[in-house]
């Protein structure tokens, strides 16, 4: 999302979390420059200085992309009817509210009228095999969003979300372990278009709802998952 952001002209500025380091090691890769600042998105404090040590790179933003999800392993992976309070309350802070909590923290700097927040999603309307509590948590963002569409909406500011199809990252390899949980290949098998799990597609549907090709579209979930949620 950040390259093709770069690619296109953008300025970015990146969250990180837990290390710095590791994130301002990914940037060089980046074509542009992007500074980094870190985030723990259930620090109060962090948040209630966010806007300042973002402000201190850009004075407005133009948007706000949300991809922050967390689940402690008990909360994931079949572990469903056992899972206590702390780890769903872990799971909801970080995956749910965090929306919430970042859209507000960085609400002074957004541009108004004509900003947009845009939030990464995992279709939540049916519950999925190991996914757990995330799919919980995913039900709870996609309300999430529709409230803050209500709520910002007054002063311009699109919020929408982006739910894509299984991608490989470290985050989604934690509840595909099993050696013959090929839940891409089956994912690949139902979508009409194919899904090559690849990041691109939700990247570019990313950046056209930051754009102002969707003037008039919040509160709104686009699948980027090959057409897959409209099959049987
Ligand atoms: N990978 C998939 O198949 C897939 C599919 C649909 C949606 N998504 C969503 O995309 C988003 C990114 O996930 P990913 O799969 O790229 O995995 P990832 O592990 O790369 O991303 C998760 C991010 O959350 C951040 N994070 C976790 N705890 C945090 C905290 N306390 N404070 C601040 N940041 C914190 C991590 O630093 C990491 O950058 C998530 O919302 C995920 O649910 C992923």
Same mark, same amino acid.
């Given at each position: ?21 590791? &994130?301002?090691?990914? &940037? ?173 597609? &939700? ?27 409209? &099959?049987?």
């Amino acid at each position: 999302m950040a390259r093709l952001a770069l690619e296109n002209g953008a300025e970015v500025v990146l969250t990180a979390f837990p290390r710095v380091s590791l &994130v301002e090691r990914l &940037v060089r890769r980046l074509p542009g420059p992007a500074p980094v600042v870190g985030l723990d998105v259930t620090d109060p404090e962090q948040l209630g200085n966010l806007a300042d040590r973002v402000g201190e790179h850009f004075g407005e933003l133009d948007g706000v992309l949300h991809s922050i999800a967390y689940a402690p392993p008990a909360a994931l992976g079949g572990n469903f009817t056992t899972t206590t309070w702390p780890d769903v309350a872990t799971t909801l802070r970080t995956s749910t509210y965090s929306l919430h909590s970042l859209s507000i923290a960085l609400l002074p700097l957004l541009r108004k009228p004509g900003s947009s927040i845009v939030g990464l999603d995992f279709d939540s309307s049916v519950s999925w095999s190991e996914y757990d509590w995330m799919g919980v948590a995913k039900s709870g963002l996609e309300s999430c969003a529709r409230y803050l569409a209500y709520y910002l909406g007054p002063q311009g500011i699109r919020v929408n979300l982006v739910a894509a199809g299984p991608i490989r990252t470290m985050a989604a390899s934690e509840f595909t372990k099993e050696p013959g949980d090929d839940f891409y290949a089956t994912w690949q098998a139902k979508a009409p278009l194919g899904w090559e799990a690849d990041a691109d597609p &939700v990247a570019r549907a990313c950046v056209a709802l930051f754009s102002d090709w969707f003037p008039a579209t919040t509160g709104e979930i686009l699948h980027v998952d090959g057409g897959a949620h409209a &099959v049987g």
